[in-house]
């Protein structure tokens, strides 16, 4: 079992910056993906970045890519959301959520399905 803590969300206005980290109680060093996910009230969970925890590559979706960055600290077992640019269709709860151990292509990444383990989530609302 894995925990995951995420923290970091709060009330911004359009065009400022927030990040959000994740603490996971995983210790292993082994290939698996963290990733982050959002979900807007009456909306599907969407894709947002995830990170390869052995090599540290990353995929974006589309929306996002070239304001937020997901980057990830060994030591501390934390992946963290950098968020910039921020615009009140950011608005959302944010999920960080890890895979099992084993190779997951971009494809793979972006589905929430492939991930086993969720954190409670944190809100990140944009005011216009």
């Known amino acids: 079992q894995v925990r995951l803590v995420e923290s970091g969300g709060g009330l911004v206005q359009a065009g400022d910056s927030l990040r959000l980290s994740c603490a996971s109680s995983?210790?292993?060093?082994?290939?698996?993906?963290m990733g982050w996910f959002r979900q807007a009230p009456g909306k599907e969970r969407e894709f947002v970045a995830a990170?390869?925890?052995?090599?540290?590559?990353?995929v974006y979706a589309d929306s996002v890519k070239g304001r937020f960055t997901i980057s990830r600290d060994n030591t501390k077992n934390t992946v963290y959301l950098q968020m910039s640019s921020l615009k009140p269709e950011d608005t959302a709860s944010y999920y960080c959520?890890?895979?099992?151990?084993?190779?997951?292509?971009?494809?793979?990444?972006?589905?929430?399905?492939?991930?086993?383990?969720w954190g409670q989530g944190t809100q990140v609302t944009v005011s216009s």
């Open positions: 959520a890890t895979t099992g151990v084993g190779y997951y292509s971009d494809r793979t990444a972006r589905g929430p399905q492939n991930y086993d383990y």
């Open positions: 995983r210790r292993a060093s082994s290939s698996y993906i």
């Open positions: 990170i390869r925890w052995s090599g540290g590559s990353t």
